[in-house]
């Protein structure tokens, strides 16, 4: 009897100990947290990540940065870019890419892809139905010319019913892109948080989001975390890629 509860005890602190261990490991896996956690969110469907056939020969993974282009950065994650043979599309603000169209015309000629970042950051689920169509069509005829613009990310990753309506219809039948490999890098200055986490974490299929921006420093961080992430994903079999790219080899999902 005495042996028998025993033996009980022992299976169930082994099993909460498992159980324990598994949550606290997945839990700083943000690419498979937000997996769990995509469906359970309520709201207007957006693109998390998408879904490989797992008979390619290479996993990948979608490389988003947002905020820019900033002249302090900018240059530097392109080269980055370059040596890494990766490609990205830029979620730009109206605001600074209407400064900086030469930049434009860089990101592109290496390659990449722009997208509508709305005018200014300020949260898109702020915005007057007016205010938000004005966003919208300011950011995207400053890119119109150099790529179709298929895709916007609402800014601060807000949005309600009222911004998707809009972004989702004509004239700008746009896909609503978040991500699923997240790592709060606007906000936690330390690299190698967002280092360890995306080298680790990324998934075939993954949606990376980073951010280029003078202010705190965000470009500088995502240049020096670029430089680590990309030779590591590289060595695990990924090929990063801009959506368009990995829309072309894997079906985006959206949630
Ligand atoms: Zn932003």
């Given at each position: 009897?005495?042996?028998?509860?025993?033996?009980?005890?022992?299976?169930?602190?082994?099993?909460?100990?498992?159980?324990?261990?598994?949550?606290?490991?997945?839990?700083?896996?943000?690419?498979?947290?937000?997996?769990?956690?995509?469906?359970?969110?309520?709201?207007?469907?957006?693109?998390?990540?998408?879904?490989?056939?797992?008979?390619?020969?290479?996993?990948?993974?979608?490389?988003?940065?947002?905020?820019?282009?900033?002249?302090?950065?900018?240059?530097?994650?392109?080269?980055?870019?370059?040596?890494?043979?990766?490609?990205?599309?830029?979620?730009?603000?109206?605001?600074?890419?209407?400064?900086?169209?030469?930049?434009?015309?860089?990101?592109?000629?290496?390659?990449?892809?722009?997208?509508?970042?709305?005018?200014?950051?300020?949260?898109?689920?702020?915005?007057?139905?007016?205010?938000?169509?004005?966003?919208?069509?300011?950011?995207?005829?400053?890119?119109?010319?150099?790529?179709?613009?298929?895709?916007?990310?609402?800014?601060?990753?807000?949005?309600?019913?009222?911004?998707?309506?809009?972004?989702?219809?004509?004239?700008?039948?746009?896909?609503?892109?978040?991500?699923?490999?997240?790592?709060?890098?606007?906000?936690?200055?330390?690299s190698?948080?967002?280092?360890?986490?995306?080298?680790?974490?990324?998934?075939?299929?993954?949606?990376?989001?980073?951010?280029?921006?003078?202010?705190?420093?965000?470009?500088e961080r995502?240049t020096k975390v670029?430089s680590?992430?990309?030779?590591?994903?590289?060595?695990?079999?990924?090929?990063?890629?801009?959506?368009?790219?990995?829309?072309?080899?894997?079906?985006?999902?959206?949630?």
């Open positions: 009897m005495i042996r028998q509860l025993l033996c009980r005890l022992v299976v169930s602190n082994t099993l909460r100990v498992c159980v324990f261990t598994y949550i606290v490991i997945n839990t700083i896996s943000c690419a498979h947290l937000s997996r769990w956690i995509g469906p359970l969110i309520k709201g207007e469907p957006a693109i998390f990540n998408a879904s490989c056939p797992a008979q390619l020969e290479k996993k990948y993974a979608a490389l988003t940065i947002d905020d820019g282009p900033s002249d302090e950065h900018m240059r530097n994650i392109l080269k980055v870019l370059a040596e890494n043979q990766a490609t990205a599309t830029f979620f730009v603000t109206g605001a600074e890419a209407e400064k900086r169209r030469a930049l434009l015309i860089d990101i592109v000629n290496a390659g990449h892809e722009l997208a509508n970042h709305t005018y200014t950051d300020i949260a898109s689920k702020k915005l007057s139905v007016e205010e938000a169509r004005a966003s919208l069509a300011q950011t995207h005829a400053l890119i119109e010319d150099f790529n179709p613009v298929r895709y916007v990310r609402p800014a601060k990753g807000s949005y309600g019913k009222v911004f998707a309506d809009i972004a989702g219809s004509e004239p700008f039948n746009y896909e609503l892109v978040l991500g699923d490999m997240y790592t709060l890098d606007h906000l936690i200055e330390w190698a948080w967002h280092n360890f986490l995306i080298s680790r974490s990324t998934l075939n299929g993954s949606v990376i989001i980073l951010h280029d921006s003078a202010d705190r420093r965000r470009g995502t670029l680590y992430v990309l030779p590591k994903l590289k060595r695990r079999g990924f090929e990063i890629v801009s959506l368009n790219a990995l829309a072309e080899v894997c079906e985006l999902r959206k949630r």
